[in-house]
């Protein structure tokens, strides 16, 4: 069975957007980046609420032909481009290439998806990921945690309703100051 897995960066205070929306705080270097490139050329399907995948689709389907891009973000645009994404949403009307929009059945599809053949399957976006927790489809959680404080935004998972007991499977420590935590869900 495939794994989903919930992961993002966050602020040291739990948001994973600052209280504008923004991701000026975040730290995303050239290491930082080329160890999300390799982590993510092994995932198979990303799962999307609305909100993330605007905001990837705003700059990922075209990143590549950016020539002032770095090697690392070209690299990046060319792994999400070619991982097939499907976007939970009620509102959006369409979606880009390799992506297909679910709309109803949530569940029911990501279990579905859960027991095709494959590699496993990330999760993005808070309220998504929180809706997964929920109902036990979520297998690990990983956070990059970025050594700032923001005060207010999106928090990193909102309103789940019960407690979930997490295992420590990994850690990376970057010379920025950012700290991945990987958590199998106990």
């Known amino acids: 069975m495939r794994k989903i897995i919930y992961g993002m960066m966050a602020s040291l205070d739990g948001y994973i957007t600052g ?28 799962l999307y609420g609305r909100g993330l995948y ?50 109803d059945n949530i569940f029911e599809e990501v279990r579905r998806l859960k027991a095709q053949p494959g590699a496993d399957m990330i999760v993005g976006g808070a309220t998504l990921a929180a809706a997964f927790l929920a109902e036990g489809l979520v297998d690990g959680v990983e956070v990059y945690v970025h050594p700032v404080i923001v005060g207010s935004g999106t928090p990193f998972l909102p309103n789940v309703p019960q407690r979930t007991n997490l295992k420590l499977v990994e850690t990376q420590h970057f010379g920025s100051g950012v700290v991945f935590l990987s958590y199998e869900v106990a």
């Open 19 to 46: 209280p504008d929306g923004g991701l000026d705080w975040a730290i995303i270097d050239a290491e930082l980046h080329t160890f999300v490139n390799n982590r993510e050329r092994k995932i198979g399907t990303f």
């Open 54 to 103: 605007e905001t990837m689709a705003a700059h990922w389907p075209t990143a590549d032909q950016n020539p002032d891009a770095p090697d690392f973000e070209v690299e990046y645009a060319r792994i999400w481009q070619q991982i097939p994404k499907v976007v939970f949403s009620k509102t959006l009307e369409q979606v880009g290439d390799n992506t297909r929009l679910v709309r």
